[in-house]
């Protein structure tokens, strides 16, 4: 298990984290008037209410401005607070922390943060499989099933459900509601623990405090939902997460290899696929070569030099011509940049386009490849990562099933469908049920192989029948009437 500090994450813009509520305590003794024309002064209309939840409030100095932009409230009943509260709510809470960063005197009014809320709107996309709506309503249940002890309900209002997790009167709450056109999840911090950290502010340490705020947001959102089944709408956090996995694996002694997330169409040529794996077990095999460091333009590159036939005995097919020969042939696809139109990032497919490859012959005879390589792809931490059974002698049957399981598991939803009968039915060959046997063996076995790592559950959901079984006591017999693996991937982290 990865451990995962606040180091690892950034500010809020690179988290797509807003600021949606801010809190300050301020002394009773306090002068309101002159606090208020402070902030009047920034651009803030001030109004004063006995208590949070009214909705009647009044002017407080009668020096509002109507081209103020932003308002804010002061609370003047506070339970447990012998003092004064002053909330901004929304937009006015994002700019009151641009002026905060801009820094904002907190000696002008002697403030103390008291709350601030986060939240992250994940957008409704054509490929959702549910609404959000029954996103939010599948949740509760689940809650309710497997989290009897926590304080949750679901409220009704005008724009949609309102998922609560948690006590108000606790340092840390959670909601998620429908809004238009997005899911938004809300993180409430208040109490001790954001008081901490205005020393932070004070001293302008920005980006630490906002990697912290980062942090805490993640934590207690992959909390929440880490073993959540109801996998849509939550591939924002996943995401996130996963590839901190395999920060130290890939310097491990262990045979493995990388992958990214793969669009899920029909690979139609057997060639594509082994490219596809050669190309993830070049990138695991090109870390250990010597290179020349290079700049084009503002990209910084590795020229790494191997010899085809070093490859080749890594990669443990036969040494003869034929292999060889589809190894020269891969080197000169890599150059064209086909094979990384299969990704589904954009990003990622910026940083493993190769940029230019040479291969020629040496004195001896030996073919010698020079390849230029994103330094970015040396230290990239990738999604997944996989045992390289490719290594392994395989049938092709083994090699099909294979590949689909990794193909499948390469995607955003920590569901994943392993559709065994549209397999058969699409292999380029027909197939007898001898053959129909063991490719359904073969998904139980590296299945089986998957929960023991474990990068999947135990338990299986088999459609449509819709039971749920124990991958290790799951036969082919299981399949005669099923057509479909649910299985549901693991993230592995410990925030610390």
Not at 184 to 209: A, V, Y
Not at 216 to 233: A, D, G, I, R, W
Request: proline share 2%.
């Amino acid at each position: 298990m990865n451990q995962i500090t606040h180091q690892d994450f950034g500010l809020l813009k690179s988290e797509f984290l807003n600021v949606d509520y801010i809190c300050l305590n301020i002394n009773s003794s306090s002068n309101l008037s002159q606090i208020a024309s402070y902030f009047q002064a920034l651009g803030f209309n001030c109004y004063q209410k006995t208590r949070e939840e009214n909705k009647s409030r009044k002017e407080l100095n009668n020096k509002n401005n109507f081209q103020n932009k932003y308002e804010l409230n002061f609370i003047t009943n506070i339970p447990y607070w012998n003092g004064i509260q002053v909330h901004f709510a929304g937009f006015h809470a994002n700019y009151l922390y641009e002026l905060i960063k801009r820094g904002l005197d907190f000696n002008k009014f002697h403030g103390i943060i008291s709350r601030i809320d986060l939240y992250y709107d994940r957008r409704n996309q054509s490929t959702d499989k549910i609404h959000s709506q029954e996103f939010i309503n599948s949740s509760f249940l689940e809650f309710q099933n497997h989290h009897s002890r926590k304080n949750i309900q679901v409220e009704k209002n005008q724009k949609g459900l309102v998922f609560k997790i948690g006590s108000r009167k606790s340092q840390k709450y959670y909601r998620i509601y429908t809004k238009d056109n997005f899911l938004r999840f809300e993180f409430e911090i208040k109490g001790n623990f954001i008081q901490d950290l205005q020393s932070l502010l004070l001293e302008q340490r920005f980006e630490e405090f906002e990697q912290i705020l980062s942090y805490q947001f993640f934590k207690h959102s992959f909390k929440l939902f880490h073993s959540s089944t109801q996998s849509y709408h939550l591939d924002w956090l996943m995401d996130r997460l996963r590839p901190y996995q395999h920060r130290n694996l890939l310097t491990s002694q262990i045979e493995v290899i990388p992958s990214h997330y793969i669009k899920q169409f029909t690979f139609k040529e057997f060639q594509d696929k082994l490219d596809l794996i050669t190309f993830f077990q070049f990138l695991v095999y090109a870390r250990g070569l010597k290179y020349k460091a290079d700049s084009l333009g503002s990209t910084h590159y590795r020229l790494v030099q191997l010899r085809v036939q070093d490859f080749l005995h890594y990669t443990k097919r036969s040494n003869n011509y034929y292999q060889l020969d589809k190894l020269i042939k891969f080197f000169d696809k890599l150059q064209q940049n086909s094979l990384i139109q299969v990704f589904s990032d954009d990003s990622y497919r910026g940083i493993v386009t190769i940029p230019e490859v040479n291969l020629f012959k040496t004195s001896d005879q030996s073919w010698l490849a020079e390849i230029w390589m994103a330094e970015e792809l040396f230290t990239y931490l990738h999604p997944f990562l996989f045992n390289d059974f490719f290594q392994d002698k395989l049938t092709k049957y083994q090699f099909q099933v294979l590949f689909e399981i990794v193909k499948v598991f390469s995607s955003s939803n920590v569901r994943k469908e392993f559709n065994i009968q549209q397999f058969i039915h699409s292999y380029p060959s027909t197939l007898n049920g001898k053959l129909k046997i063991q490719i359904k063996e073969h998904f139980i076995q590296y299945l089986q192989v998957l929960e023991n790592q474990p990068k999947i559950k135990a338990k299986v959901l088999l459609l449509p029948s819709n039971e749920i079984h124990n991958i290790h006591q799951l036969t082919y017999n299981h399949l005669r009437k099923n057509k479909t693996i649910v299985a549901f991937e693991i993230i592995d982290i410990k925030f610390i």
